[in-house]
T-cell receptor
């Protein structure tokens, strides 16, 4: 069975450019999370979807960050006017259930974003 | 707010040595606790979990017990192998509302030498 798939695996952009990162969750998974992982750090929560509804975007660092999941499956994280501090690994995770905290999150391999 | 504190690495052990990686947490409510592992060049994988006090999670020879009295979830393995070399993350599931976002420690790098 397929796991969480993220693309691209690596992305290099010049400062000021817009980027879009894609996440294909495990089929049937209701919950989808985006995290940002700086080098040598643990992941930091960005945003959460339950189906197509974005229920929590409290972790998005600025209004340059935008995420969507229009059909409740694939999700895209967009970063506008990128800055060097946006360089990090962006992780997507999906989870089967919406209400139970003991359901594990399954992670993709991440997109490593480098801003020059 | 909720937080997770892990022992700092890197940890370097010889094969067959005993491993302990300490993890303590601060949380309101009754979070679930997790250990994730990240092998070189790979994504995060769930290693084990515990959902309530005194539960013991176990997998691949690793164990961790949810200790509410000491707010700890230390990871242990009796005899490590070279293939256990990886970064280990302790995490808790934020129990607020319906958002089960994970709160993470900084990770502990483990290197096992033959």
């Amino acid at each position: 069975g397929a796991g969480v798939s993220q693309s691209p695996r690596y992305k290099v952009a010049k400062r000021g450019q817009d980027v879009a990162l894609r996440c294909d969750p495990i089929s049937g998974h209701v919950s989808l999370f985006w995290y940002q992982q700086a080098l040598g750090q643990g992941p930091e929560f960005l945003t959460y979807f339950q189906n197509e509804a974005q229920l929590d975007k409290s972790g998005l660092p600025s209004d340059r960050f935008f995420a969507e999941r229009p059909e409740g499956s694939v999700s895209t994280l967009k970063i506008q006017r990128t800055q060097q501090e946006d360089s990090a690994v962006y992780l997507c995770a999906s989870s089967l259930a919406r209400q139970y905290s003991n359901q594990p999150q399954h992670f993709g391999d991440g997109t490593r974003l480098s801003i020059l | 707010g909720n937080s997770v504190t892990q022992m700092e690495g890197p940890v370097t052990l010889s094969e067959e040595a005993f491993l302990t990686i300490n993890c303590t947490y601060t949380a309101t409510g009754y979070p679930s606790l997790f250990w994730y592992v990240q092998y070189p060049g790979e994504g995060l994988q769930l290693l084990l979990k515990a959902t309530k006090a005194d539960d013991k999670g176990s997998n691949k020879g690793f164990e961790a017990t949810y200790r509410k009295e000491t707010t700890s979830f230390h990871l242990e393995k009796g005899s490590v192998q070279v293939s256990d070399s990886a970064v280990y993350f302790c995490a808790l599931s934020d129990d607020a509302g319906n958002n089960r976002k994970l709160i993470w420690g900084l990770g502990t790098s483990l290197a096992v030498n033959p």
